[in-house]
């Protein structure tokens, strides 16, 4: 065998070699500045298709380098010298890893738009493994052992950090210190800006009552529901660790800055249209642009908080009440707080009417005051609100004698007491998917009446916050298999009409089984075939016994064919009592 392996020392043309590649490696990432040093990130194209194999190829140096290392440890001792031999070999392939993980990494960086500490010192310790690791090569070539051990050292040092660094980009700062010994964690944040352990505070916010307990109205938009808001979908992008295309918005006066030589700002005070934020929020989730590109996108109760702000001018220290005095902003503000308060507690849903009445914060006189300005519009529009019964002050709405007129504009007028509606009869109505915003805001509403409208699936979506329906009529409107969707957000729903919509019964059914839900969609489907009559099983024969008399017994009737489905020819919806 040792007549085909031939054994020499290393030679100065390996020495040579490490060095020509280090040069190319410095030329290559050089190209790259130039190329893309104006790009805006999201470039696409072959070359972003290979820059996201970083995330395989950096694995590869990582581990050759600790093998090099303990190879090298091991060969100063006498039962482990024959490694020795192999250690170049080993750091060659760190040297060659790291330079194909750098270019890929700083590719990256440029096509996507990334910046950020963290990623700058993932970065600048990513640039001194190949530094480290060609000098380890070069000396061991050169049979400088002492110089190339600490080399490798370094190699191990600067990898260990560069990895640090990228973990911190891509997770938390607080990432690697969370569960690590008091006395560790200031060394490994060396470098990183860790999230404050508390919000920043404004004079409206001093010590006093909890968050919880400040009346809605009191609540400060910014600290209270923004930031919640950016920290949940984009401030993973957008931070003093990570920056993507040149954007940070973790504190307020950078996301009024917006992103850095950009025409389009993040946020334009007093102009919701022209604020890019609410833009991509807003675009369909399969465009290019949209916002955020990963996770739960935001809720509609989000967007139209932040509109609002953004339409009151966006200022750090504006409340609630300041948004404006329509009833509606109250409402939206708690919902938001609902969805926030879900997240923060790991539940999918908790529908806003388990919190706070707007209507109990209420004076008795602004209370009244809402009241006969509500009488006076149902007076003036000919429909009719009243109480549930003497003993129940709520209120039941009905459009029957107003239906032609009723539509979108006229419901926004029971907002002021939306939260006192419990039953509501639009049918015939001309309601649409808009005016279905309004409902949303009804926290306590049981019973709904939407036949013969022109609701939607879309509409319909804005009922998932109540959390107290239970009686939904559907009759003859544009609904289809997508609201099943809504419904399985709404544990309180217990029956529900459907005929003549666009809902296939065989769909209805099915989700009708899996929850306690009793859906009518006035058709019946088919019965399933009735088994086969049993055979008769005759006994063995037996010894000839004395005829007796035949008696003819009719043939029983075969059953007739089960029916196909069809559609039943449905009465009118039964007539929901009325009070007198």
């Known amino acids: 065998m040792s007549s085909f392996v031939k054994h020499r020392s290393p030679t100065h043309g390996g020495v040579r070699l490490a060095l020509g590649l280090g040069i190319v490696w410095v030329v290559i990432l050089g190209v790259i500045w130039f190329a893309y040093r104006n790009a805006e990130g999201n470039v696409g194209g072959f070359f972003h298709f290979l820059a996201r194999f970083h995330i395989l190829i950096v694995h590869f140096p990582i581990g050759v380098i600790f093998l090099a290392a303990l190879m090298e440890f091991l060969s100063h001792f006498t039962a482990f010298s024959y490694l020795r031999a192999t ?57 400088k052992r002492f110089i190339a051990d600490i080399a490798i050292a370094a190699s191990v040092f600067t990898t260990m950090a560069s990895g640090h660094f990228g973990g911190a980009m891509v997770h938390e700062p607080t990432y690697l210190t969370e569960y690590a010994p008091a006395a560790l964690k200031p060394a490994l944040l060396v470098g990183l800006s860790a999230p404050a352990s508390e919000p920043p505070s404004f004079p409206a916010e001093a010590e006093g009552p909890s968050a919880a307990e400040v009346p809605i109205g009191e609540r400060v938009v910014y600290t209270d529901f923004i930031v919640p808001i950016l920290d949940k979908t984009c401030n993973e992008c957008h931070n003093e660790n990570k920056i993507k295309g040149k954007l940070r918005m973790d504190t307020h006066d950078l996301l009024l800055a917006g992103a850095e030589g950009s025409d389009t700002p993040t946020v334009v005070p007093g102009n ?30 989000e967007v139209q908080l932040l509109s609002l702000w953004i339409k009151a001018g966006a200022a750090a220290d504006m409340t609630i009440a300041q948004l404006g005095d329509d009833p509606m902003i109250a409402a939206t503000a708690l919902e938001v707080a609902a969805i926030h308060a879900s997240s923060e507690e790991g539940v999918a849903e908790i529908a806003p009417a388990s919190y706070a ?224």
């Open 357 to 580: 009445s707007i209507w109990n914060t209420l004076s008795p006189e602004e209370q009244i005051a809402r009241l006969t300005e509500v009488n006076e519009a149902a007076e003036r529009y000919h429909f009719s609100v009243m109480p549930v019964s003497a003993e129940d002050e709520r209120l039941r709405v009905n459009v029957i004698n107003a239906a032609k007129e009723f539509g979108d504009e006229q419901i926004k007028l029971l907002e002021p007491v939306a939260e006192r509606i419990v039953w509501l009869d639009l049918a015939r109505s001309q309601i649409t998917d808009e005016g279905m915003k309004s409902i949303r805001l009804m926290r306590e509403l049981e019973r709904l009446h939407l036949e013969n409208t022109a609701v939607t699936d879309a509409g319909i979506a804005n009922l998932a916050s109540l959390g107290k329906l239970e009686y939904l009529n559907l009759y003859g409107t544009k609904v289809g298999n997508g609201i099943f969707e809504t419904f399985a957000k709404i544990p309180s729903l217990k029956k529900v009409y459907l005929w003549q919509t666009g809902v296939d019964p065989a769909e209805a059914k099915a989700f009708e089984r899996r929850v306690n839900l009793e859906i009518n969609t006035g058709v019946e489907l088919a019965a399933p075939p009735a088994p086969p009559a049993p055979q008769e099983i005759k006994a063995p024969a037996e010894a000839p016994k004395p005829a007796e008399p035949k008696t003819d017994v009719p043939k029983p009737a075969e059953a007739p064919p089960a029916p196909a489905a069809t559609p039943a020819t449905p009465p009118a919806p039964p007539a929901e009592k009325k009070a007198p």
């Open 87 to 143: 250690v170049p070999f080993t750091l060659w392939l760190s040297f060659l890893g790291a330079i194909m993980a750098t270019v890929a990494g700083y590719l990256l960086m440029n096509v996507e738009g990334f910046a950020g500490r963290a990623l700058d010192l993932h970065l600048y310790f990513g640039l001194g493994v190949v530094v480290c690791t060609l000098l380890s090569l070069v000396f061991y070539l050169r049979e």
């Open 272 to 301: 919701v249209d022209e604020s890019e934020l609410i833009v991509r929020v807003s675009l369909p989730e399969d465009d290019d642009e949209f916002m955020p590109p990963k996770g739960d996108p935001l809720k509609p109760a």
